[in-house]
T-cell receptor
């Protein structure tokens, strides 16, 4: 069935360093890949997304890349700050029909050390 | 900007009781999704509605039911509660006419079954 693998499960970086989180999806029909940031006790917050017709997208310190052939996509955070500390989830979905449920990765706990 | 509203935020129930969770989508959003997130886990898709009709169904127990009303709010009804139902329940909303319809999550309802 549909599956999204996410690595690493935990990531600790020094403030100012970069952080990279990688995901792999199984369903080649997936065409939309959002990333969510979840702080403790809160709902997932959409931070960036990428469509299957785009290879890279950047928004200030955050960038996402997509390799459709390898079915890989990655989140890159540069100049990390303590407030970036949270759990990050990648997700994949297929646009079509009346809905596009999200299949989530298992999450990455990012800790930014001041 | 208006966000997804969920109520109640916290709910404590005994085994075999029933619970009703409510979700109010972002204004002008016509699609609602329900996800369940266990401790330390990723959100799992339960069910979705588009224009008041069920549009997709995931791993939702038969003890659970849901509906979307004419004002687009949705309710998740849970009966014969079990200890394993303790989790965070998130509602997300999207607008069908936006390409790839990004999903925006509410703050969640924390259900504890004793």
């Amino acid at each position: 069935g549909e599956n999204v693998e996410q690595h690493p499960s935990t990531l600790s970086v020094q403030e100012g360093d970069s952080a990279v989180i990688k995901c792999t999806y199984s369903d080649s029909a997936s065409n939309y890949f959002p990333w969510y940031k979840q702080e403790l006790g809160k709902g997932p917050q959409l931070i960036i997304d990428i469509r299957s017709n785009v290879g890279e997208k950047k928004d200030q310190r955050i960038a996402v890349t997509l390799n459709k052939t390898a079915k890989h996509f990655s989140l890159h955070i540069t100049e990390t700050q303590p407030e970036d500390s949270a759990v990050y989830f990648c997700a994949a979905s297929k646009y079509g029909g009346a809905t596009n449920k999200l299949i989530f990765g298992t999450g990455t706990l990012l800790a930014v050390q001041p | 900007a208006a966000g997804v509203i969920q109520s109640p935020r916290h709910l404590i129930k005994e085994k075999r009781e029933t619970a009703t969770l409510k979700c109010y989508p972002i204004p002008r959003h016509d699609t609602v999704y329900w996800y369940q997130q266990g401790p330390g886990q990723d959100p799992q898709f339960l069910i979705s509605f588009y224009e008041k009709m069920q549009s997709d169904k995931g791993s939702i127990p038969d003890r659970f039911s849901a509906q979307q009303f004419s004002d687009y709010h949705s309710e998740l009804n849970m009966s014969s509660l079990e200890l394993g139902d303790s989790a965070l329940y998130f509602c997300a909303s999207s607008r069908w006419d936006r390409e790839y319809n990004e999903q925006f999550f509410g703050p969640g309802t924390r259900l504890t079954v004793l």
